[in-house]
């Protein structure tokens, strides 16, 4: 009971703090606020950089064009040379017959074309597409593919993907430090605020050490008083969060510019940001009061 009776108290002097002082709260939790929302849209843009990166790794698929004169035999050598190549995750076999249907099927232009055609007539060629485990490395695996005798042509979007890739990879880098810079700088601002407000309490910490408070007593209450101030400085940014998102998926429906841009689904992805905003806002508060205390102070 007595422990819960010394946090209860600590508590209340750490709101007490927070209302007395409410100027230079005030200035505290703006700065919070103002650094969480631009973290907010950091994370955000970074997390759906980091799925658009997926989504591509995922979707991308090596084309190999095989010769219409080879016997079909020849095509299961194909295929046993492919299953032997080192970072080969899985492979189809993709007649021209169903590839013509499928073209046929999607358009009412290509079945006018191709309705006609026999066998013999039918210039598309077989094919195997092929997955890898790791895009990176996908330039070697085409490469490998293009020497099997029979493949006359191989075909990934070479070039167009790698760069694709690595400009996706640069934003989510630049979007991690960024969040990285503004939690470093508002911890020093909170610091800082928070000094001003210790300064313009001295005489209370003085006869707080009179009546034989320790070190640790002296602390606490600061410590909490900055736990508030982070709380209360990320509400914004979570509503911010949860309602500005979800309303940017639904007028988007679901997708940035085309629908290759998929974005993430705002359940439960806003609400782990939220979650993740909240103990940012918390623990740059606390640890902005802890160094202020501890520097500023030297208790």
């Known amino acids: 009971m007595k422990t819960f009776r010394i946090i209860g108290r600590n508590f209340r002097d750490?709101?007490?703090?927070?209302?007395?002082?409410?100027?230079?709260?005030?200035?505290?939790?703006?700065?919070?606020?103002?650094?969480?929302?631009?973290v907010a849209v950091s994370m955000v843009l970074s997390n759906n950089v980091d799925n658009f990166t997926k989504l591509v790794e995922r979707d991308v698929t090596i084309v190999a064009f095989i010769d219409n004169d080879i016997t079909n035999d020849q095509i299961n050598e194909i295929k046993d040379k492919i299953s032997t190549i080192n970072n080969v995750e899985n492979y189809e076999f993709r007649s021209k017959t169903e590839i013509t249907k499928e073209m046929r099927d999607s358009s009412e232009v290509f079945d006018s074309?191709?309705?006609n055609w026999t066998d013999e007539e039918n210039p598309?060629?077989?094919?195997?597409?092929?997955?890898v485990k790791d895009i990176e490395?996908?330039?070697?695996?085409?490469?490998?593919?293009?020497?099997?005798?029979?493949?006359t042509l191989v075909k990934y979007g070479e070039g167009m993907v790698e760069q694709l890739i690595s400009t996706f990879d640069?934003?989510?880098?630049?979007?991690?430090?960024a969040v990285?810079?503004?939690?470093?700088?508002?911890?020093?601002?909170i610091s800082n605020t928070i000094k001003i407000t210790i300064n313009?309490?001295?005489?209370?910490?003085?006869i707080m050490r009179l009546i034989g408070a320790s070190n640790l007593n002296i602390r606490i209450p600061f410590i909490i008083e900055g736990l508030l101030l982070g709380a209360l400085g990320s509400i914004v940014p979570i509503l911010a969060t949860v309602?500005?998102?979800s309303a940017l998926y639904k007028n988007f429906d679901g997708h940035l510019f085309s629908p290759f841009i998929k974005l993430i689904e705002p359940i439960p992805f806003v609400y782990t940001t939220s979650l993740i905003l909240l103990a940012i806002g918390i623990a740059v508060g606390m640890f902005g009061s802890w160094r202020a205390v501890k520097k500023y102070l030297k208790i």
């Open 180 to 189: 990285v810079a503004l939690i470093l700088v508002t911890a020093f601002l």
């Open 113 to 115: 074309i191709m309705r």
């Open 170 to 177: 640069f934003i989510h880098k630049i979007c991690i430090g």
């Open 137 to 151: 490395k996908i330039d070697n695996v085409a490469k490998q593919i293009e020497k099997i005798d029979g493949i």
């Open 124 to 131: 598309i060629q077989n094919t195997f597409q092929v997955k």
């Open 200 to 206: 313009s309490r001295q005489r209370e910490i003085g």
């Open 14 to 38: 750490a709101f007490k703090g927070v209302f007395r002082n409410f100027s230079l709260s005030f200035a505290s939790i703006s700065c919070i606020t103002i650094t969480l929302i631009v």
């Open 243 to 245: 309602y500005g998102y």
